[in-house]
């Protein structure tokens, strides 16, 4: 166990459902990451948090709607989802957001949009 | 702009093998280098992590190296182990993208008994 947890682990939703991914971690850490990983691909930044202060957002269509109500939390609101969004989803804590800290990544959400 | 590149892209090979894994970067100015084994549907875990003054980091049957100045590492694994069959991942920081990583594709290793 790295110290960061993720629920659900699977979920399976319509392009029209609302859902929300939450992530916790245990760490005492002041940073946050959402990750995207698709099929044979490298994993794509969407969201960092440091100190609950959104600091990047990649690009992130808006259909994607992070939230970080404290250091310890992080939720990805999701709505009217499109099948390519399918993946899967990885929360991440390091200490800070400096270069040189380690990422602890969680167990995952995988998501699939029928 | 930033690459890490990965090689190969999958291997197999029999339980009790050696095998070498390859990253080359072009991230600059270079921070660290940190190789992750990430199990099937499950989140990456840290193996190694390297600095610019550091050539070799070991962690059990890992062993990592790096070459600050042809910008190459690779991780060798020891007397494979049918566990060690994993999406392993390259993943390099810069001194001033703070909180973003690039991360290679990942080499897919099957270790087959």
């Known amino acids: 166990e790295t110290g960061v947890t993720q629920t659900p682990r699977h979920l399976v939703m319509g392009m029209t459902n609302k859902k929300s991914l939450k992530c916790e971690q245990h760490l005492g850490h002041n940073a946050m990451y959402w990750y995207k990983q698709s099929a044979k691909k490298p994993l794509e930044l969407m969201f960092v948090?440091?100190?609950?202060?959104?600091?990047e957002n990649n690009s992130v269509p808006s259909r994607f709607s992070p939230e970080c109500p404290n250091s310890s939390h992080l939720f990805l609101h999701l709505h009217t989802l499109q099948p390519e969004d399918s993946a899967l989803y990885l929360c991440?804590?390091?200490?800070?957001?400096?270069?040189?800290?380690?990422?602890?990544f969680g167990p995952g959400t995988r998501l699939t949009v029928l | 702009k930033n690459q890490v590149e990965q090689s190969p892209q999958s291997l197999i090979i029999l339980e009790g093998k050696n095998c070498t894994l390859q990253?080359?970067?072009?991230?600059?100015?270079?921070?660290?280098l940190r190789w992750y084994k990430q199990d099937t549907g499950r989140g990456p875990v840290s193996l190694t992590i390297m600095t610019f003054s550091e050539n070799t980091k070991s962690n059990g049957r890992y062993t990592a190296t790096l070459d600050a100045d042809t910008k190459q590492s690779s991780l060798h694994i020891t007397a494979s182990q049918l566990s060690d069959s994993a999406s392993y991942i390259c993943?390099?920081?810069?001194?001033?993208?703070?909180?973003?990583?690039?991360f290679g594709d990942g080499t897919t290793l099957t270790v087959k008994p």
């Open positions: 993943v390099v920081s810069a001194w001033d993208n703070a909180g973003k990583s690039t």
């Open positions: 948090y440091s100190l609950e202060e959104r600091v």
């Open positions: 990253c080359n970067y072009t991230v600059s100015p270079f921070s660290n």
């Open positions: 991440a804590s390091s200490q800070d957001i400096t270069d040189h800290n380690e990422q602890f």
